[in-house]
């Protein structure tokens, strides 16, 4: 009866993705045209963004270059041997497919394991990078909300809220944390895992009338020693690496309160950093791609929260975004139509080291 009603219509995956686009522009119609202007009109907004000085400009500009080439090292030490230009260029793509796809995070990963894969790349160090960086990537912004509360405390303030964002951070960070210890600890539960995997994705392939998984339990145990080699050699490499690409996004944020005029007694550094912490936990939710209107919306909102003057704070907003997302997408789109063109395999080794 389901082939039937898809032969007759869209097929499910077309609705599906039709529906995510619907919510998607919805969502980012009420925040661009209904809310974001009810705070500060535009009109006010540019007359801000109008007053911005050239060093101002320079400053933020080179703070985005300084953003930018921080994602190709986490990538580096998670993959030894792919070269700081493949890096970034395979991270410019996959952001920006993250940026522009409903569900974006699975379609980034998916583009980083293709472009991966064609540069001569075994599937199983592959995998794993995907794997290690993606989580790498999850704890850190569930960790900032913590350190935003903890700095707010220091300075005497503080709000429901982002306390219940920061117990929320503590939950998921300690069950991914937990869960994950727990596979890599015992070689059991991690073919466990895998056969428990296997038989999910088997059912789902008999419905979409596809072959099962040809991997298993034994795949996850070989995944679970493979992790532990690379974490027990690198994790320090990969954290500090991953610090660095997240805390130079907060300043962006930063430095974009400051270029329109919020003085440290309108927002603190504290405030500006609890803001950005809201902002990165909201992108790790599957809302609309890259976050586009729902990280604006509370972004803005905590900020003005804190004391921020509206219009100052939603042109310093908008800047951040349009740095963290414009300049990525081209690099990514101009990425993702040339990768095909860097026909050199990779031939170094690519087992950590």
Known sequence: MVVRAERRG????WRGRLIAIAITASVVAVAFVFVLPGIAGYGAVWGVLKRLTWLWVAGLLMATVV?????APPWMVALPGLGFVRALSM???????SSVVPGGASAGMAASFAMLR?????GRPVGLAVAVTGVWNQLSGFVFP???VAL???????????????LIGVVLFAAITAGSAAILA????????????????????????KQPPSWGGEAFVRFRAETLELLRRRWLALTAATLANQLTGYLMLELSLRAVGISRSDVTVADSFAAWSVGRLLISLPLTPGGIGVVELGVTGTLIGFGGPSAKVVAGVLMYRALSIIPTLL???????????QTKRITSNSQPS
């Open 118 to 122: 064609s540069w001569g790349l075994d």
């Open 67 to 71: 953003n930018i080439l921080t994602f």
């Open 152 to 166: 707010l405390a220091a300075e005497g303030a503080g709000s429901r809220s982002l306390v219940a964002l920061a």
């Open 331 to 341: 690099l990514g789109l101009l990425s993702a139509a040339t990768w095909r063109l």
């Open 91 to 97: 991270t410019q793509a996959s952001t920006a497919f």
């Open 146 to 148: 913590i350190i935003a």
């Open 10 to 13: 869209l097929p499910g995956s």
């Open 186 to 209: 015992r070689p059991r539960l991690a073919y466990r895992t895998g056969e428990l995997a296997r038989r999910g994705v088997a059912r789902l392939n008999r419905l979409r009338r």
